[in-house]
């Protein structure tokens, strides 16, 4: 069982930066970041494996950027240029298994989530 924690969730105007960190209590194949906003479906942002290839969402490419740190077990994910919709609750999701090599952006393909970190996005 692999636990995740979130945190750097908080408010922030549109065109500022937060950065959200999850530490996990084991290290997993592959790792993201997911968002679920009220009303909505829980939404795939960003990727990573375990060799430290990123994939991303239309959404959110060019603005966000996931990274990790596999020897503290610590999941990043830096968002710049926040926009009012990109306000939402934000998930870490890690994976169990061997599939080292692969980045998915759909949250059937993950096992364990964290408890999740509120980003607001408001003037």
């Known amino acids: 069982q692999v636990q995740l924690v979130e945190s750097g969730g908080g408010s922030v105007q549109p065109g500022g930066s937060l950065r959200l960190s999850c530490t996990a209590s084991?290290?997993?194949?592959?790792m993201g970041w997911f968002r679920q906003a009220p009303g909505k479906e829980r939404e795939g942002v960003a990727a990573i494996n375990s060799i430290g290839q990123p994939k991303y969402s239309d959404s959110v490419k060019g603005r966000f950027t996931i990274s990790q740190d596999k020897a503290e077990n610590t999941l990043f994910l830096q968002m710049n240029s926040l926009k009012p919709e990109d306000t939402a609750m934000y998930y870490c999701a890690a994976a169990s298994g061997a599939a080292i090599f692969r980045r998915s952006l759909f949250p059937d393909d993950y096992n364990y989530w964290g408890q999740g970190t509120q980003v607001t996005v408001s003037s």
């Open positions: 084991y290290s997993s194949p592959y």
